[in-house]
């Protein structure tokens, strides 16, 4: 009889096992850990959105798995509306979190042994998890011609990226799509930190006419409404753009019951139909960040890309990624190495600002020591 091969054999460590004695170590501060290493928010959900919850509570039938009409018009309206991308309510397909998206999106479409997946060298895991239950190969690269002659179906972008901000102008996407297309191959964007662009920097998205040509064909962006509108909880996401594309996976979706729960698909539609409570998350967001980035510096810490997004990415002269993390949790500040998302990282920590106000200015004054 042949041992039947379990699916965690295929599968890397879960990497934030090994944060755990760190984790313990800033833990023990007298002051109580910061911890700055998920990006998860803490700020309360907008009172509108909670509202549309519990007035859609009573939902005793099935939703719909392709989302409401009125969803679907608000996704493409906000699309239009704050990111010049012009969608068909039909094109968009509401999804459980960005992040379940990126795990099964290679199997959705139907990607298997033999087909290459290309996914960022500086990475979020989850692509590379995605890519391995479908029993596809991985390769991470950021220089599509040096992937010679590989089989490639699908190519993942992540801008803003997770966890360096870094974003990628018009003219990298474009060629990024032009390169797909001549070989047959999709690509999904990973944009769920579009909205947050600094220092006045303007994320564009893969659907953007700048970038598609004005053809949404072989393209699949998602969007999460996680930090927007802190609805980390609610798992509100979407995805949209080629409607053959949406239409395949809206078929595999309907069979294996993966649908977005009523209650929050209006949650979702009145998140995405009001612009005001972004903003104000927004604003505290920057507010946060501006303090981090100021004590980083004087600590020691250089700070690259990070245009975009909720994360720092820094680095200090004197540590690696696991010095750095070492140092921060002795002073009660926990953070994430650099390594977890690549070998790239190995000289960064990645820094999340969605800490509350409190806890910054906690983080703040203990950088200060080390000054």
Known sequence: MTERRRVTDRLPAFPWDRLVPHKEAAAAHPDGIVDLSIGTPVDPVPPALRAALAD???SPGYPQTHGTPELRAAIAGWLERRHGVAVAPDAVLPTLGSKEMVAWLPTLLGLGAGDTVVYPELAYPTYDLGIRLAQATPAASDGLTSLGPAPVRLVWLNS???PTGRVLPAEHLRKVVAWARERGAIVASDECYLDLGWDGTHPLSILHPDVS????TGLLALHSLSKRSNLAGYRAAFTAGDPALVEEVLAVRKHAGMIMPAPVQAAMRAALDDDAHAREQKERYA???ALLRAALERAGWR???????LYLWAAHPA???????KLLAEHGILVAPGVFYGAAGADHVRVAFTATDERVAAAVRRLAALA
């Open 56 to 58: 859609a509570a009573d």
């Open 160 to 162: 803003p990226a997770n």
């Open 213 to 216: 040509g004005g053809s949404h």
């Open 287 to 289: 507010a946060r960040r």
């Open 303 to 309: 700070v690259d890309h990070s245009e975009a997004g």
């Open 319 to 325: 540590h690696d990624a696991w010095g750095s993390v």
